[in-house]
Nanobody, 119 residues
Framework: QVQLVESGGGLVQPGGSLRLSCAAS????????MGWFRQAPGKQRELVAS???????GYHDSVKDRFTISRDNAKNTVALQMNNLKPEDTAVYYC?????????????WGQGTQVTVSS
């Protein structure tokens, strides 16, 4: 079983910044990809950003040039630096992982961390 623990959320004004962190622990043999998802009230969970073990990144169009994902392979952690936050970024943010190439995202989800962007 894999445990995912997110932290770093909070209330921030539009234009502000936050840095989210996630630590994966438990029965981990390998992590190919780590990613951040978010779910706003009444909406489906969506993939915001992901990063492979080789450092290749991908971003949702709505966050490109504002968010930056990074990871520490040795510590099994992933971070999301969020700049120029907008009210539409308000959501609960979750991290997840893909253990091997070709596998889907895991069934394990943490408690998430709430990000609220409001003046």
């Amino acid at each position: 079983q894999v445990q995912l623990v997110e932290s770093g959320g909070g209330l921030v004004q539009p234009g502000g910044s936050l840095r989210l962190s996630c630590a994966a622990s438990g029965s981990i043999f390998s992590i190919y990809r780590m990613g951040w998802f978010r779910q706003a009230p009444g909406k489906q969970r969506e993939l915001v950003a992901s990063i492979t073990i080789h450092g290749s990144t991908g971003y949702h169009d709505s966050v490109k040039d504002r968010f930056t994902i990074s990871r520490d392979n040795a510590k099994n952690t992933v971070a999301l630096q969020m700049n120029n936050l907008k009210p539409e970024d308000t959501a609960v943010y979750y991290c997840n992982l893909v253990s091997r190439v070709g596998n889907p995202w895991s069934d394990n989800w943490g408690q998430g961390t709430q990000v609220t962007v409001s003046s």
